[in-house]
């Protein structure tokens, strides 16, 4: 009860005491009650306590993108042949819950012997002091998390006890989780699709109907340090010095705050065909900016998948990305513009992303070159743009995913009878 008065209060809290104390502060009420909690006792997987099948739990209708690989769960896990129900919950009460894709499916009631926990690590934390040990108990429980860096923030490594194995959208995530435990980890990819609706066109959004757009894309949740849209900025000035009346650049912000506007503007002082969209989207509405757009460009400085780009990919529309982290698992030079990087430290925490990390700083003269090309060349642009429709069909297919999935729930029940 205190922690989710905490949580409730925690926006006024931040006016009035630093972020590190509330941090503190929270810290210590989770640890003292998990410690309580696992002093008790936890009852190990026992098959037959409950029916056999799949809890799936997390931020089902959130429109973030833990949210959306809640919804990527649930549409492989409704394409398989194990029976699942959904659990929601998200412990930022601050973040709309308006994707209702699911609805139908919530019942909150745990009844299956697997828990699928699409939380992270943290989350997971928050949820298991507030539930106890009846959320575990007996049951087989999967954390599936994703993140982007190598050294794993404060308050997660604590959430390995919780759970029984990992599961992770990329190779490159499991790695960053292998190296914490002996647990299995097992890599998980995304199906991807990103359906439209044809009437959202440019004229939907108030975009012209006569230029070369560029698009930058990103949720403030997601830190714009990491994401770094000023580096795509940076790239586009690069790439047009001097505006072009026949090229523009959209910036869509998620959850963006006054401050963070003010920079972005700022950077893009003196260009005019700049179109910045602030209000939050549907799924299907940010799908179909996306194709609306020729380019879609991230410079990121790490990804734990890059869900965008590879969406961006499947509906015709070029990318321009970071040659690092998850995304080069889906990306290639036949695909899209891989940019060259060098390896930075970070100088300071960022979001919860710790001091002594390294991350990729882009090459914003390889980038700008890219940009030009795309748009000067159109042959190099269609050749792009179908190799890259033709590997997200082939490699991400739900049947691939399902496959993935149904194999190791398969292998999970299998070794639990063979210790029976």
Known sequence: MII???????????????????????????????????????????????EKGINLIGGIN?????????????????????????????????????????????????????????????????YYVESGNELLDYRYNIGFWSYE???????????????????????????????????PVCSMPYFITAPVDDTMDRSYFELPEDKFLYLIMYDTNSTMARKNPQGAIEAYKKAFPVEREQ?????KINHITPEDEGVL????????????IGKTLTKIEVNSLVKCADVFVSLHR?????????????NGTACVATNYSANTEFMNSECACMVDYELVDMTGDTGQYPKGSKWAEAS??????????????????????????KKMVDELSIEKATERIESRIETIYATALEEM
């Open 62 to 126: 959130v429109q973030t993108g833990l949210g959306e690989s809640c919804r990527i769960l649930a549409r492989i896990l409704k394409h398989s042949s194990f029976p699942f129900t959904v659990c929601e919950y998200c412990a930022d009460a601050q973040v709309g819950r308006n994707d209702h894709e699911f609805d139908d499916m919530i019942s909150n009631e745990k009844k299956y012997e697997i828990n699928l926990l699409d939380l992270n690590p943290y989350e997971l934390r928050l």
């Open 364 to 389: 914003m003269e390889e980038a700008a070159d890219y940009m030009m090309k795309l748009y000067q060349n159109q042959d190099f642009y269609q050749e792009i743009v179908s190799n890259a429709k």
């Open 4 to 50: 989710k008065l905490a949580i409730k209060v925690k926006p006024f809290l931040l006016e009035l005491l630093p972020y590190q104390f509330w941090k503190a502060i929270k810290d210590y009420l989770v640890t003292h009650k998990e410690n309580k909690l696992k002093c008790a006792g936890r009852k190990e997987f026992t098959l037959g306590v409950y």
């Open 265 to 276: 503007k700022k950077e893009l002082s003196g260009y005019q065909n700049v179109y910045f």
């Open 247 to 251: 090229v523009g650049l959209i910036v």
């Open 149 to 183: 860096l190598e050294k794993i923030p404060d308050g997660w490594r604590e959430a390995i006890d919780l759970v029984d194995e990992i599961w992770t959208p990329s190779e490159y995530t499991s790695n960053l989780f292998r190296k914490l435990t002996d647990k």
């Open 302 to 314: 790490a990804e734990g998948f890059g869900l965008v780009m590879a969406e961006a990919m499947l």
